[in-house]
């Protein structure tokens, strides 16, 4: 059973940074594409960022395009999620997730449990 845990969540200030971190146990996410997704409360789920497998493209939502920063740690078979310029409507819960497919294109079929991020002065 594919099992994804993140760390990294917290309170930061607008403006502040936080790096989030998706680790797992007995799958080389490194050949995989995961992304990370965000829900806040009373919205729908919101993909956030990805990374593919193998070739390590990336893509992000419009609303953190050049504020957030998805990276591989090959070594550690770890995604992060470096989050720049966090802004109060980045509030949510964060989760990352694969289908293990190479694409971002595809499904997520396996999710961690999510951290908490809040934005607030």
């Known amino acids: 059973q594919l099992q994804l845990e993140e760390s990294g969540g917290g309170l930061v200030q607008p403006g502040g940074s936080l790096t989030l971190s998706c680790t797992t146990s007995?799958?080389?996410?490194?050949?995989?594409?995961v992304g990370w997704v965000r829900q806040a409360p009373g919205k729908e789920r919101e993909r956030v960022a990805c990374?593919?497998?193998?070739?390590?493209?990336?893509n992000y939502t419009d609303s953190v395009q050049g504020r957030f920063i998805i990276s591989r740690d090959n070594a550690k078979k770890a995604v992060h999620l470096q989050m720049n310029s966090l802004k109060p409507e980045d509030t949510a819960i964060y989760s990352c997730?694969?289908?293990?497919?190479?694409?971002?294109?595809?499904?997520?079929?396996?999710w961690g449990q999510g951290t908490q991020v809040t934005v607030s002065s």
């Open positions: 997730a694969t289908g293990l497919w190479a694409g971002c294109d595809r499904s997520y079929d396996f």
């Open positions: 007995g799958v080389n996410l490194n050949l995989y594409a």
């Open positions: 990374i593919s497998g193998r070739g390590g493209k990336t």
